[in-house]
């Protein structure tokens, strides 16, 4: 398992934009695929996106598609979400996640380790 700490979450506008990060421990991290899921008030968390391990592919959910990008630099065990023309809908706990799975998974179960959360909270 590998340990992830997010950061950059906060209030953002409508219309705005906003990156979070998040960084990992451990010497392989270029091994695990990386993902960002979310949840907001009352709602299941959801998947929002997710990078290979050699960052050679990429998938987003429907609903950030075109709005989100997931990158990441292996060198520096960092993974990053930009969020480009936020909506409130986009307003939830964001979660970065690690797995070891083959691929690209998209459902939370297939990830071993996730962080604590950070919040994003977008006004309109």
């Known amino acids: 398992q590998v340990q992830l700490v997010e950061a950059g979450g906060g209030l953002g506008q409508a219309g705005g934009s906003l990156r979070l990060s998040c960084a990992a421990s451990?010497?392989?991290?270029?091994?695990?695929?990386m993902g960002w899921f979310r949840q907001a008030p009352d709602k299941e968390r959801e998947f929002v996106a997710v990078?290979?391990?050699?960052?050679?592919?990429?998938y987003y959910a429907d609903s950030v598609k075109g709005r989100f990008t997931i990158f990441r630099d292996n060198a520096k065990n960092m993974v990053y979400l930009q969020m480009n023309s936020l909506e409130p809908d986009d307003t939830a706990v964001y979660y970065c996640?690690?797995?070891?799975?083959?691929?690209?998974?998209?459902?939370?179960?297939?990830?071993?380790?996730w962080g604590q959360g950070t919040q994003v909270t977008v006004s309109s």
């Open positions: 990078i290979s391990g050699s960052a050679l592919d990429a």
């Open positions: 451990g010497r392989t991290f270029s091994w695990y695929a």
């Open positions: 996640a690690a797995s070891n799975h083959a691929g690209s998974p998209t459902t939370a179960a297939d990830f071993d380790s």
